[in-house]
T-cell receptor, first 115, second 114 residues
């Protein structure tokens, strides 16, 4: 079974600076998708960014970008120019390209933005 | 546009009482539907998923069950709640034909079992 590990339970960053959240995963599959979700205090889960495993180019969405290292099974999230609204729990998730399309989530990283 | 609704938003129930949480999706047809539970300070655990009416797959054997009586309706139930059933329950949907099958989440239900 696939597993996702987020080794940083908490992170903090000064407003306007850059922070990187770590995620590693374990799988024997070669084709899959990876996601970062954000859960603000409202607890609504919001998709931040996604990456296809077959693409070598790292995904980017405005201030959010990923560093996808397939061989190392690593999928980190970089947030540039951090804003107060970025404060939230961030979850890394894995989905196989085959089968039941289920998401496997990491335990999450709580990000605090210091003004 | 698509929207997903969950109710109730919060629920306090005694141990041994029944449970029914409802999730509905608007603006799409034949979605995949999912129920997750999030314990305090933890990640999300997939409980059930459904790829069509009457088709339910269970991920974790436990005190809960799910049903999909209509295409865009997904219900989470229990006959007798346990203390360990407390948590935050999230419903999600994904378009069955999307390459990514990214999941879109509802606002959640906070369940407290006393």
């Amino acid at each position: 079974a696939q597993t996702v590990t987020q080794s940083q339970p908490e992170m903090s960053v000064q407003e306007a600076e850059t922070v990187t959240l770590s995620c590693t995963y374990d799988t024997s599959e070669s084709d899959y998708y990876l996601f970062w979700y954000k859960q603000p205090p409202s607890r609504q889960m919001i998709l931040v960014i996604r990456q296809e495993a077959y693409k070598q180019q790292n995904a980017t969405e405005n201030r959010f970008s990923v560093n996808f290292q397939k061989a190392a099974k690593s999928f980190s999230l970089k947030i540039s120019d951090s804003q107060l609204g970025d404060a939230a729990m961030y979850f890394c998730a894995y989905r196989s390209a085959q089968g039941a399309q289920k998401l496997v989530f990491g335990q999450g990283t709580r990000l605090t933005i210091n003004p | 546009s698509q929207t997903i609704h969950q109710w109730p938003a919060t629920l306090v129930q005694p141990v041994g009482s029944p449970l029914s949480l409802e999730c509905t999706v608007e603006g799409t047809s034949n979605p995949n539907l999912y129920w997750y539970r999030q314990a305090a300070g933890r990640g999300l655990q997939l409980l059930f998923y459904s790829v069509g009416i009457g088709q339910i797959s269970s991920e974790v054997p436990q005190n809960l069950s799910a049903s999909r009586p209509q295409d865009r309706q997904f219900i989470l139930s229990s006959k007798k709640l346990l203390l360990s059933d407390s948590g935050f329950y999230l419903c999600a949907w994904s378009p069955g034909t999307s390459e990514y099958n990214e999941q879109f989440f509802g606002p959640g239900t906070r369940l407290t079992v006393l």
